[in-house]
């Protein structure tokens, strides 16, 4: 049973207070999405909970299973059983993906013989073309095929907890199935956690959401069930706005460096 628990996260990215206070609770076998306007801060919420550089946590906690991993880097996070699929995920030329996967693995003792037919039957199950396993990691990929890259890694990693940050961006209808589909498999068989930030509700009609939050200006503004992504695909955002008026404030300076470091 895996548990991550974001509590009061407070984070900044150059400069600006961009998340505000979110909460919230993913534990295993759960899906929850997060929907919710452009530049509202989804992807900061994925980008702090996996640790990338540049982004400051300024309150707040983040726990898997009570232990704290804002202080791990981010491979420590990944180890811990986190993994995140990224809005855009990165190129790197120069590393093939099997190399990643066998890497990553070994690195937390679950190598093995083994591991070049778990990717084989992975991207059989997803539809990527095998030899993107052994191409540079993302190079020349479509978005499709990236997303679908992702999906690959998270079936072969096996982690506790999945931030999917628009897993369903520039797949098309068949592939969408596929992937939605094959990380629903994953909650069903092996208790994965999900948090799924999409801004489509036809994601959730195979990948199915329990928890629906709606995040606003850096808040959950709204929190509800499966109907909630009906009710947004019809009406938009428009009536979750949080009610205060001014625009994200800046960070102070004496705050900013007291989380430094
Ligand atoms: P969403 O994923 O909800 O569309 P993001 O989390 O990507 O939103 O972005 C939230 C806000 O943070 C946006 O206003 C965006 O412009 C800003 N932002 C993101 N990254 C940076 C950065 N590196 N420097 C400055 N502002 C950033
Ligand atoms: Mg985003």
Do not use: C
């Given at each position: 049973m895996a548990e991550l628990v974001v509590s009061g996260l407070r984070a900044a990215v150059g400069g600006k207070e961009i998340l505000r206070g979110v909460d919230l609770t993913v534990r295993s076998g759960e899906v929850h999405a997060v929907m919710g306007p452009n530049g509202s801060g989804k992807s900061t919420l994925a980008h702090v909970i996996m640790g990338r550089p540049g982004y400051e946590v300024l309150g707040g906690s983040v726990t898997l299973d009570g232990t704290d991993i804002l202080v791990l880097e981010p491979w420590q996070r990944a180890a811990a059983g986190l993994f995140s699929a990224m809005q855009y995920p990165t190129e790197v030329p120069g590393v093939a993906l099997d190399d990643v996967l066998e890497e990553a693995l070994a690195a937390v003792g679950r190598g093995g013989d083994d591991v070049q037919a778990r990717m084989r039957a992975e991207a059989e199950r997803i539809g990527f073309d095998e030899r993107f396993l052994h191409r540079?990691?993302?190079?020349?990929?479509?978005g499709g095929e990236k997303k679908r890259n992702e999906t690959l890694q998270l079936g072969v990693l096996r982690p506790s907890i999945a931030i999917l940050d628009e897993i369903d961006s520039g797949l098309d209808i068949d592939a969408l199935r596929k992937v939605a589909r094959r990380v629903e498999a994953e909650t069903e068989e092996r208790g994965l956690g999900v948090l799924a930030i999409t801004h489509y509700r036809r994601l959730l009609s195979?990948?199915?959401?329990d928890v629906v939050h709606v995040l606003s200006r850096g808040r959950i503004v709204a929190t509800g069930g499966p109907e909630l992504a009906e009710e947004l695909e019809s009406t938009g955002y428009a009536g979750f706005?949080?009610?205060?008026?001014?625009?994200q404030v800046d960070v102070m300076p004496g705050l900013r460096e007291s989380f430094e470091g």
């Amino acid at each position: 049973m895996a548990e991550l628990v974001v509590s009061g996260l407070r984070a900044a990215v150059g400069g600006k207070e961009i998340l505000r206070g979110v909460d919230l609770t993913v534990r295993s076998g759960e899906v929850h999405a997060v929907m919710g306007p452009n530049g509202s801060g989804k992807s900061t919420l994925a980008h702090v909970i996996m640790g990338r550089p540049g982004y400051e946590v300024l309150g707040g906690s983040v726990t898997l299973d009570g232990t704290d991993i804002l202080v791990l880097e981010p491979w420590q996070r990944a180890a811990a059983g986190l993994f995140s699929a990224m809005q855009y995920p990165t190129e790197v030329p120069g590393v093939a993906l099997d190399d990643v996967l066998e890497e990553a693995l070994a690195a937390v003792g679950r190598g093995g013989d083994d591991v070049q037919a778990r990717m084989r039957a992975e991207a059989e199950r997803i539809g990527f073309d095998e030899r993107f396993l052994h191409r540079p990691l993302n190079v020349d990929l479509s978005g499709g095929e990236k997303k679908r890259n992702e999906t690959l890694q998270l079936g072969v990693l096996r982690p506790s907890i999945a931030i999917l940050d628009e897993i369903d961006s520039g797949l098309d209808i068949d592939a969408l199935r596929k992937v939605a589909r094959r990380v629903e498999a994953e909650t069903e068989e092996r208790g994965l956690g999900v948090l799924a930030i999409t801004h489509y509700r036809r994601l959730l009609s195979e990948l199915r959401a329990d928890v629906v939050h709606v995040l606003s200006r850096g808040r959950i503004v709204a929190t509800g069930g499966p109907e909630l992504a009906e009710e947004l695909e019809s009406t938009g955002y428009a009536g979750f706005a949080d009610d205060e008026a001014e625009g994200q404030v800046d960070v102070m300076p004496g705050l900013r460096e007291s989380f430094e470091g």
